[in-house]
């Protein structure tokens, strides 16, 4: 946590302030070789939606928030197995995202990792806020790609349903690349404006 104050991680240290756990903020690095891909994964561990509390209707799976950071743990794993001939670095911003007397609140400003600041207006947009510190620091590695594993949002399910995840990119052969890779194995990506 002292680390990322002074990093002045504030998105991360915003959304866990109403948290009794500390945030932590995992790096890992796999180097296979020079060209650097960074994989960058929403590691919230249970997200009541703050102090904009979420309906209790399905609260109990607010522990998958974290889904996004499990997963660039998993490819980095899978990386050193495989020997890939690439530097891999994950970044995995963690905490919670729970109401109490510190917690952070709507009309508080943010100030992130690369200086910029951003109004809550919901504390159910923690997601945001952990992922632009995480991304901001991902420019330390001066990354080729960069791959955000982001659970931000339900209106990719009720746009795609469970049979695609929506992908955005700003790079047609990155985009074209990871959706033929996603149609190899069973992991269907649509590509959104």
């Not at 866990?16 to 650097?36: A, M």
């Not at 600041?117 to 420019?139: Q, V």
């Amino acid at each position: 946590k002292r680390d990322m104050e002074k990093l002045g991680m504030g998105g991360i240290l915003a959304v866990n302030r109403g948290s009794d756990h500390p945030p932590k903020f995992i790096v890992l690095e796999y180097n296979g070789g020079k060209e650097t891909i960074c994989f960058v994964g929403k590691g919230i561990t249970f997200d009541s939606g703050g102090i904009s509390i979420k309906p209790s209707a399905a609260m109990d799976e607010m522990k998958f928030d974290m889904s996004g950071g499990a997963a660039v743990l998993g490819i980095l794993q899978v990386a050193s197995r495989l020997n890939l001939p690439y530097r891999i670095v994950g970044l995995v911003p963690t905490t919670e995202n729970l109401p109490g007397g510190n917690a952070y609140k709507p009309g508080d400003i943010v100030k992130f990792h690369n200086g910029k600041t951003s109004e809550i207006i919901n504390t159910d947009a923690e997601g945001r806020l952990i992922l632009a510190d995480a991304l901001a620091y991902s420019k330390k590695f001066n990354p080729n790609v960069v791959i955000d594993f982001a659970t931000l949002t339900g209106a990719c399910v009720v746009s795609l349903g469970d049979v695609f995840t929506g992908m955005f990119s700003n790079d047609d052969d990155l985009a074209r690349n990871l959706s033929e890779a996603g149609d190899r194995c069973g992991e269907n990506l649509w590509r959104l404006p």
